[in-house]
């Protein structure tokens, strides 16, 4: 007898409802449409299959999202973005500070110093955030925060930044926010 | 709330020991000090007009928009102002006041600095005939900040103006020597 | 009675299907019993939402079950009603009846 392979939900659309619906009821929904679309690739055909799959979750985003507000998840990422950015906007406003008070002004180079002070307060506010994942996928999802908090404040700093240091702190914020959920995790 | 006194105790630690490390820093003993040196090759008095004329220090001192002259005239009790950009705080202008406390040219140029409710300070330039065409030149600055944050961030300030006035003194050896070639 | 007591017309389909699946009610067979029964095209993220917002009411409670291969190695959370989501059934039974009382219909007038 001639057995078919089972198909699989379109990757990038079950993507997609995870990141929107969150861990909480994303694997729950994700398993109710894919029993669903088993079925309908069975009795009408994958191509049913897919474009009903696809109907589903572009229609249940707002939905979903809104769920997620409603639980705390999204807050909790916007939390994480901001504990992340909130201190090295401050510390750009600090270096402001100082070097506005040299007697004969300077310019918007740092000095090394500072940076690393700045990559330091990175680290720290990003392994305490990455702490608070409960599993893998959250952690994943909060390293990827940490380093939006990064890039929003490198964006509106005043302070001038070396390639070095974009780049550093572009990797060391995820980095610390996965050695953070290693090492402190919630249970 | 295991969480809470961590991250409470993390920021305690981040906040408390750099203040104190800053405020022990700030009692050192050449706290508000800076001093540079650069060896050119001029002389004294081709030197002197680089520090002493307005439209030449806007050359070598960086981020000056305008350098009035000496008024009345240069000596002893004069005044004359600077204006600054100051990049970190929007590119807004700064105007330094300045009076002449020592006028012997072409040895000593002794300059008091203030801006009222920032700082003040005394700067002064000395320059050292090496021979063979070639002198030293000298600048001591010493200053005092109005506001108490800026006092405990002293430690921090001062390298960074030591920094930059290198950069200064360098930029002035290439701007005097080069012109110095093309005559 | 308190504003939180009465549900809405979407929840009131959601609670229905809940009682009918007895026992088996995850969200995919509620979305299936609503859009068969009322011809109605319900999303699922639609249901979740409902069933999510009964939970806080504590008209339903879920129950997580193991994962099955059909559902790609996923777990499933079915759910049933309270006694608190059964008085509110019974209470829009009989608001609407009490509503409906002296109607004939079909009602005159309509476009279908």
Redesign the interface.
């Known amino acids: 007898m001639k057995t078919y392979p089972v198909p699989d939900p379109p990757a990038i659309l079950r993507a997609l409802l995870l990141a929107c619906a969150g861990d909480g009821h994303g694997e729950l929904i994700a398993g109710d449409l894919h029993e669903e679309f088993l079925y309908l690739c069975e009795e009408r055909g994958d191509g049913v299959g897919r474009r009903w799959y696809a109907s589903q979750v572009v229609r249940s985003l707002p939905e979903l999202l809104r769920l997620r507000i409603r639980s705390g998840d999204l807050t909790q990422l916007l939390a994480v973005l901001a504990s992340v950015a909130a201190p090295l906007l401050l510390l750009d406003r600090?270096?402001?500070?100082?070097?506005?008070?040299?007697?004969?002004?300077?310019?918007?180079d740092r000095?090394a110093g500072?940076l690393a002070v700045n990559m330091a307060?990175l680290c720290?506010a990003s392994a305490?955030s990455g702490?608070l994942a409960r599993t893998a996928r959250r952690a994943a999802t909060l390293s990827l925060v940490s380093a939006m908090g990064v890039a929003v404040a490198l964006w509106a700093s005043?302070?001038a930044a070396p390639a070095w240091y974009i780049a550093g702190a572009l990797l060391a914020a995820p980095a610390s926010s996965l050695a953070g959920y290693k090492k402190w995790r919630?249970q | 709330m295991k969480?809470v006194k961590?991250?409470g105790m993390?920021v305690a630690a981040?906040v408390i020991l750099p203040a104190l490390t800053l405020l022990l820093l700030g009692l050192r003993s050449g706290a508000g000090r800076v001093q540079s040196s650069v060896e050119v090759q001029a002389s004294p008095d081709q030197l002197w007009t680089w520090i002493d004329d307005g439209d030449h220090v806007k050359q070598w001192?960086?981020?000056?928009v305008e350098m009035k002259p000496w008024s009345p005239r240069a000596a002893v009790g004069a005044t004359r102002s600077a204006v600054?950009?100051?990049?970190?705080?929007g590119g807004a202008q700064?105007v330094?006041d300045g009076t002449c406390t020592e006028y012997a040219p072409p040895r000593t140029l002794g300059v008091k600095?203030s801006v009222p409710n920032?700082?003040e300070?005394l700067q002064t330039y000395h320059l050292t005939d090496l021979g063979d065409g070639r002198t030293r030149l000298v600048i001591e600055?010493s200053?005092h900040?109005d506001?108490a944050?800026?006092r405990l961030?002293e430690p921090?300030?001062t390298?960074?103006?030591r920094?930059?006035?290198d950069g200064?003194l360098a930029r002035l050896k290439s701007l005097v020597e080069s012109k110095a070639e093309l005559r | 009675m308190a504003k939180g007591d009465t549900v809405g017309e979407f929840e009131f389909l959601v609670l229905l299907a809940v009682l009918r699946l007895a026992g088996d009610a995850y969200g995919m067979r509620v979305r299936r019993e609503i859009a068969e029964r009322t011809a109605r095209d319900v999303t699922i993220g639609a249901v979740y939402a409902t069933l999510d917002r009964l939970e806080e009411k504590g008209l339903v409670t879920g129950k997580l079950s193991d994962p099955t291969p059909e559902r790609g190695g996923r777990a499933k959370r079915s759910f049933q009603l309270t006694g608190a989501g059964v008085d509110a059934v019974n209470r829009a039974r009989r608001e609407s009846e009490s509503m409906l009382q002296g109607l004939a219909f079909p009602l005159p007038g309509g476009s279908r």
């Open positions: 600090l270096w402001c500070f100082v070097y506005s008070h040299i007697p004969l002004k300077d310019g918007l000095a500072l307060v720290i305490i702490a005043v302070g919630t | 969480w961590r991250i993390a981040l001192v960086s981020w000056t600054m950009r100051d990049a970190n705080n700064m330094i600095l920032e700082f300070g600055m200053y900040f506001s944050l800026a961030m921090l300030i390298p960074s103006a920094k930059k006035m200064d």
